[in-house]
């Protein structure tokens, strides 16, 4: 199998607090995780790409110093979210494919529904 | 223009019908074009891919692309209510790009 584990599942926090998302390859390694947004009823959104042992990559549009990414090991990458402001508030999912698969097989984790107060 | 469009419903049918679902998209540089279920508070969890223009079957699920009217679509024959979920298409080039998902309801 192909597991991918985020955690926590839901956070709630406070306005211009950090929130640290952690998302884990259980059973296979990743060289490289994505980092999606979800708004209700709108499609996954790619924030940025992260490589193990190298700077992420961010989309146009994504504050790089609002959300930090670390990709520490070949199996955990990290998305913190600084200064939250309630806009903020979605559900923020990653995803990894095997190492040396295509970026298509792409194995999702359960999300993290973060909401700012 | 999005670069993918999919009609997010909702959709209702009965069990047993047959579900189409469907995307248009506009970079004819996409190559590999996947369908991905996702339920309630869950991520996603790939259905299907196809690479290039054809069909695919798997069990209930048929996967059709087309890639001269950049149309792909997902048939469910003999839909039942465990197939409740939003599916979303999504297509890749190098990075993927996901539709908005359609959300189906099967009622028993």
């Known amino acids: 199998g192909a597991v991918v584990s985020q955690h926590p599942s839901r956070v709630i926090c406070k306005s211009g607090t950090s929130v640290k998302i952690e998302c884990r390859s259980l059973?296979?390694?990743?060289?490289?995780m994505f980092w999606y947004r979800q708004f209700p009823k709108q499609s996954l959104m790619l924030m940025a790409t992260?490589?193990?042992?190298?700077?992420?990559?961010?989309e146009q549009g994504v504050e790089k110093d609002k959300f930090l990414i670390n990709h520490a090991s070949l199996t955990l990458s990290t998305l913190t979210v600084t200064s939250a402001h309630p806009e903020d508030s979605s559900f923020y999912i990653c995803?990894?494919?095997?190492?040396?698969?295509?970026?298509?097989?792409?194995?999702f984790g359960p999300g993290t529904r973060l909401t700012v107060t | 223009q999005k670069e993918v469009e999919q009609d997010p419903g909702p959709l209702s049918v009965p069990e047993g019908a047959i579900v189409s679902l469907n995307c248009t998209y506009s970079?004819?540089?996409?190559?590999?074009f996947m369908w991905y279920r996702q339920y309630s508070r869950k991520g996603p969890e790939l259905l299907m891919y196809t690479y290039s223009s054809g069909n695919k079957e798997d069990g209930r699920f048929t996967a059709q692309v087309d890639k001269s009217s950049k149309y792909i679509s997902l048939f469910i024959r003999d839909s039942q209510p465990s197939d409740s979920a939003t599916y979303l298409c999504a297509m890749s080039e190098n990075d993927m790009r996901f539709g908005a998902g359609t959300r189906l309801t099967v009622k028993p």
């Open positions: 059973d296979f390694q990743a060289t490289t």
């Open positions: 992260s490589n193990e042992g190298s700077k992420a990559t961010y």
């Open positions: 995803s990894a494919p095997k190492r040396d698969s295509p970026v298509y097989e792409q194995y």
């Open positions: 970079n004819s540089a996409f190559q590999y």
